[in-house]
C-alpha cells in the first residue's frame, strides 16, 4: 500500500512539474461600484494540500487573498479587501485561482500579481486594472433657502474617469409642480453650454462657473430667484450607459425687500387715488379743481409703473412687464381726453383733444408689436432669409407709420399751423391709422407661423374694414350731427363685430405662444383704442356726458382692480410658490377694455344722451302749475320731440329748430 502511494506521489510530482500560471492577456475595466473577476489559472490541476495561492497588489504589496492548507485564508488580508476579494472555492481543485472583487473603488486601479507555489514549482500571472469607469454627481448640501431678488448656487460636483470636457452631457432641470415632469434650465453637451435649450423662464437668469468645469465643477448659479424657483432641481450627468444623478431641494423664504415695495406701491396707488379724488370733487368749484385732476391722472398710474416694474424684475416676464408698464404711463392720455375740465388744460384750445388718444394708441401700438417683434427674432433661426427679410420690411412699415403718427401729433399739439407740410403729414397720418389693423395681421401671421390658416382675415376681411369706414364716413359724417339713433346702433354693432374678428384673428395667429391669451387681451383693447379714435376722429370734438363717472372707473376703479390683482398675485405666489393668474395682462387689459368700451359708448350715443339731458333740464325750469309758464313747457317738449332722433328723414331740420325754441325759451324765462 505504501508503495502505490510513493509511486501516485511521484507520477503528481512528475506532472506538475513545469506547471504555468496564466492570466488574462488584456487590461480590465470596471465600473465604479460593481464586481470584476481577476482572471488566474494553471494548465494542469494540482494538489490542494500542498498549494499555496498569493494575491498581492503590486503597488503597495499588501495582501489582496491567499489560499493556503486547502482553504481560503481571509484573515491574511488587508483590511481594504475584507468582505470584498473572494476565491472560487469549487473551481480551485481545477486549476483556477480566478479572484472576484465586489464593490470596485477607484482606489483598485493598478496591477495585481497571482501567485501559485506547491512544493516543487511556482508560477505567477500579472493583472492590470487599467480603468474603474465611475461616474458620481454630489452636492454638498441637498436642502437650500433662498429670499426672492438673491442669487443662488445649486452645487453639483462629478467625480468620472472621464474628463469632464469628454462628458456626453450634464444637464439641470427643474421638477414640474405636478412631479409628472421636468422644466429644463440648463445644458452643457460637446463641451458647450447650451443656453437656448433653458425654459423661457430661466433664460438668462442660469449660468454654469465655466473656469471650474474642467474641475468637474457643474455648479448652476441661479440669478434673482423667484417664488416660482422654489421646487426640486436635479443635476444628471450622462456618458453612454453611464448615469448618475443628485437632487437639489430649494425653499424660498418670505417677501423680498422688491416685493414690500411691490405691496407698498400698490397700496399707495390705491389710498392717492381715492384721496386725490375726493380732494378734486370737494374743490371743482375752485381754481385748485385742475391741479387735482392732473393728480388724479398722473400720480397713481406713476405709482402703478413702478410697481409692474419692480414685480417684473422679481416675479413677471417682459411681454407681462412691458405691456402693463406701457398701459400704466400711456392711459393717462384717455383719461385726460375724458376728464371733466379737459378744455381748461394748457393748449387744449390750439389741439383737438382726439389728438391725444390717436397719440396714446400709435406709441401703444409702437410699443407692444416691439415687444412681438423681439418675441420673432428669438425663434428667427427656424424660418427661410426670405421670410425673415419679408417679416422684418413689415414691422419697419408699421413702426415708421408709427413714427409718422407720433411726429404728426407731438407736432399738431406743439405747432398748430396750416400748410403743405401739415397736410402730407394729415394724409399720411390718416391712411397709415386705417392700413394699420390689417399690417399687423399679416405680421402676426407670417411672424408667428399661421399664415396659411389666416389668408381670409389677412387678405379679404382688412380691405373691407377699411372700404366700409370710408363709407361711412362719406354717408353719415358729413352730416354727424343729424345721424339717428337707428345708424349709431348699427355703427355700435359693427364695431363689435369687427373687434370681435380681429381679436379672434390675434387668437389664431398668436396660438403657438405660451402668452396667448396676455397677447390677445392686449389686442382686445388696442382694437377698442382703434375704435375710439376712428370714431372721435369722424365725429369729431363734442362734449362726452356723464364723463365725471366714466372719469372715475377710469382714474380710480380701474386702478384699484390693477392694484389689488397685483398684490394678491404677490401674495399666492409667494405662499404656494405658484402664480394664480399666470399673466397679470388677463387682468389689467380686460378692465382697461371695459373703462375704454364705456368711452366708446358715450361717443357713440353721446348726442343723444346730451339732448336728453338737455330736455331734463328744461323740464326742471319750467313750472307746469304756473299759467304764464305752460307755453315755455309745451315748446320744451316739442323741442325734446324735434331733438331725439327719430329717423333720417327728420333729423335734416332738427338742428335749427332746436336752436330757435332755444331762443324763444330764453325770451320767455326773461
Known amino acids: 500500500m505504501q508503495l502505490r502511494e510513493c509511486i501516485f506521489i511521484l507520477v503528481m510530482m512528475r506532472i506538475s512539474k513545469g506547471f504555468i500560471v496564466k492570466g488574462p492577456t488584456y487590461p480590465l475595466v470596471v465600473p465604479l461600484g460593481g464586481s470584476l473577476v481577476l482572471p488566474c489559472s494553471v494548465d494542469v490541476p494540482l494538489a490542494n494540500d500542498k498549494l499555496k495561492v498569493v494575491w498581492i497588489r503590486t503597488d503597495s504589496n499588501v495582501l489582496v487573498h491567499v489560499f493556503q492548507y486547502g482553504e481560503s485564508r481571509p484573515d491574511a488580508q488587508y483590511k481594504d479587501f475584507h468582505n470584498r476579494a473572494h476565491f472560487f472555492t469549487k473551481e480551485i481543485q481545477y486549476g483556477n485561482f480566478s479572484l472576484l472583487l465586489k464593490n470596485v473603488r477607484a482606489e483598485d486601479k493598478g496591477f495585481y500579481r497571482c501567485k501559485v507555489y506547491n512544493e516543487v514549482d511556482s508560477d505567477e500571472a500579472l493583472v492590470e486594472i487599467k480603468a474603474v469607469e465611475r461616474l458620481i454627481a454630489a452636492s454638498s448640501t441637498h436642502n437650500m433657502s433662498a429670499h426672492v431678488g438673491e442669487d443662488v448656487t445649486l452645487n453639483c460636483t462629478v467625480d468620472s474617469h472621464i474628463k469632464p470636457e469628454e462628458l456626453e452631457k450634464v444637464s439641470w432641470r427643474k421638477t414640474d409642480k405636478d412631479g409628472d415632469g421636468h422644466i429644463p434650465v440648463l445644458f452643457f453637451q460637446n463641451n458647450k453650454t447650451l443656453p437656448e435649450s433653458s425654459d423661457e423662464q ?202 409718422i403718427n407720433i411726429i404728426f401729433l407731438l407736432a399738431e399739439v406743439i405747432r398748430n399751423k396750416d400748410g403743405n407740410m401739415r397736410a402730407i403729414l394729415d394724409f399720411v397720418s390718416d391712411i397709415g391709422h386705417d392700413v394699420l389693423p390689417p399690417l399687423q395681421l399679416i405680421f402676426l401671421y407670417y411672424a408667428f407661423g399661421a399664415a396659411n390658416h389666416g389668408l381670409f382675415y389677412v387678405g379679404v376681411f382688412p380691405l373691407f374694414l377699411t372700404l366700409t369706414r370710408y363709407s361711412w364716413k362719406d354717408a353719415c359724417v358729413k352730416k354727424i350731427k343729424h345721424v339717428s339713433l337707428f345708424k349709431r346702433v348699427a355703427w355700435l354693432c359693427f364695431m363689435i363685430v369687427v373687434t370681435f374678428i380681429m381679436v379672434y384673428s390675434y387668437r389664431i ?46 382714474s380710480v376703479g380701474v386702478v384699484f382692480v390693477d392694484s389689488i390683482a397685483l398684490m394678491t398675485e404677490l401674495i399666492l405666489k409667494t405662499a404656494n410658490g405658484d402664480r394664480a393668474v399666470g399673466d397679470l395682462r388677463i387682468v389689467v387689459f380686460p378692465c382697461e377694455c371695459i373703462f375704454a368700451s364705456c368711452v366708446l359708448m358715450l361717443v357713440i350715443f353721446e348726442r343723444y344722451i346730451t339732448k336728453r339731458q338737455q330736455c331734463s333740464q328744461n323740464e326742471a325750469q319750467s313750472d307746469p302749475a304756473n299759467a304764464s309758464h305752460q307755453d315755455q313747457h309745451s315748446q320744451n317738449e316739442a323741442v325734446c320731440d324735434q331733438s331725439m332722433p327719430n329717423g333720417p328723414e327728420q333729423n335734416a331740420n332738427n338742428e335749427s329748430h332746436e336752436m330757435r325754441s332755444l331762443l324763444q325759451t330764453q325770451e320767455n324765462t326773461t
Not at 383704442?529 to 376712428?534: D, E, N, T
Request: hydrophobic letters at 45%; proline letters at 2%; one cysteine or more.
Open 202 to 403: 430661466y433664460r438668462d437668469r442660469v449660468e454654469f462657473f465655466t473656469d471650474e468645469i474642467h474641475r468637474g465643477n457643474f455648479s448652476l448659479r441661479l440669478k434673482s430667484v423667484r417664488t416660482e424657483d422654489q421646487g426640486v432641481y436635479m443635476c444628471q450627468v450622462i456618458d453612454g450607459e453611464l448615469s448618475a444623478n443628485t437632487t437639489i431641494v430649494l425653499h424660498q423664504l418670505g417677501f423680498s425687500v422688491l416685493h414690500i415695495f411691490v405691496l407698498i406701491f400698490c397700496i399707495s396707488a390705491c389710498g392717492s387715488a381715492l384721496l386725490l379724488s375726493v380732494i378734486w370733487y370737494r374743490s371743482q368749484n375752485t381754481s385748485g379743481a385742475l391741479n387735482y385732476q392732473i393728480c388724479v391722472i398722473s400720480v397713481p398710474n406713476l405709482i402703478m409703473f413702478f410697481a409692474f416694474l419692480f414685480w417684473g424684475v422679481t416675479e413677471g416676464f417682459l411681454s407681462e412687464t412691458v405691456a402693463c408698464c406701457s398701459h400704466c404711463v400711456l392711459r393717462s392720455l384717455l383719461l385726460l381726453w375724458v376728464s371733466p375740465y379737459s378744455d381748461n388744460f394748457p393748449g387744449s384750445r390750439r389741439i383737438t383733444m382726439h389728438s391725444i388718444v390717436h397719440l396714446e394708441y400709435a406709441l401703444f401700438t409702437n410699443v407692444i408689436y416691439s415687444v412681438l417683434y423681439r418675441s420673432f427674432q428669438q425663434k428667427s433661426l427656424n424660418y427661410s432669409e426670405s421670410d425673415r427679410v419679408l417679416i422684418t420690411i413689415l414691422f419697419a412699415i408699421m413702426l415708421l407709420i408709427c413714427i
Open 509 to 554: 395667429a398668436l396660438n403657438k405662444e405660451k402668452d396667448c391669451i396676455g397677447w390677445t387681451c392686449v389686442a382686445a383693447f388696442l382694437q377698442v383704442l382703434w375704435g375710439i379714435v376712428v370714431l372721435k376722429h369722424s365725429f369729431g370734438d363734442l362734449d362726452l356726458p356723464y364723463r365725471h363717472i366714466v372719469y372715475l372707473i377710469g
